[in-house]
């Protein structure tokens, strides 16, 4: 059985910067495309970022391109969403997600096979 941990939500500033990790357990990791994805409160599940398993190209939302970073380390079966400059509106709840598919497809949610249980991000004005 496949499991994502997130970890490393919390309160911070405008203008700060955050770590996410997402822990991956029961699969085979570095064959996993891995994304990112955030909810609002009200709103639909949006795409932030996503790493290939391939390469390690990765792809953003136009609204994070610039300040957010996806990483991933395929020895410790974890991937990263390094998010820099934060605003207000970045906050939302955090997921990280598994697409055990061959081919790519980037910002499609329904892609992903495998879901974590979300962390919080808020940032303050």
């Known amino acids: 059985q496949v499991q994502l941990v997130e970890s490393g939500g919390g309160l911070v500033q405008a203008g700060g910067s955050l770590r996410l990790s997402c822990a991956v357990s029961g699969g085979t990791f570095s064959r996993y495309h891995m994304g990112w994805f955030r909810q609002a409160p009200g709103k639909e599940r949006e795409f932030v970022g996503a790493?290939?398993?391939?390469?390690?190209?990765?792809d953003y939302a136009d609204s994070v391109k610039g300040r957010f970073t996806v990483s991933r380390d395929n020895a410790k079966n974890t991937v990263y969403l390094q998010m820099n400059s934060l605003k207000p509106e970045d906050t939302a709840v955090y997921y990280c997600?598994?697409?055990?598919?061959?081919?790519?497809?980037?910002?499609?949610?329904?892609?992903?096979?495998?879901w974590g249980q979300g962390t919080q991000v808020t940032v303050a004005s």
């Open positions: 997600a598994a697409d055990s598919a061959d081919y790519y497809s980037g910002y499609v949610k329904s892609a992903y096979d495998y």
């Open positions: 790493i290939r398993w391939t390469y390690g190209n990765s």
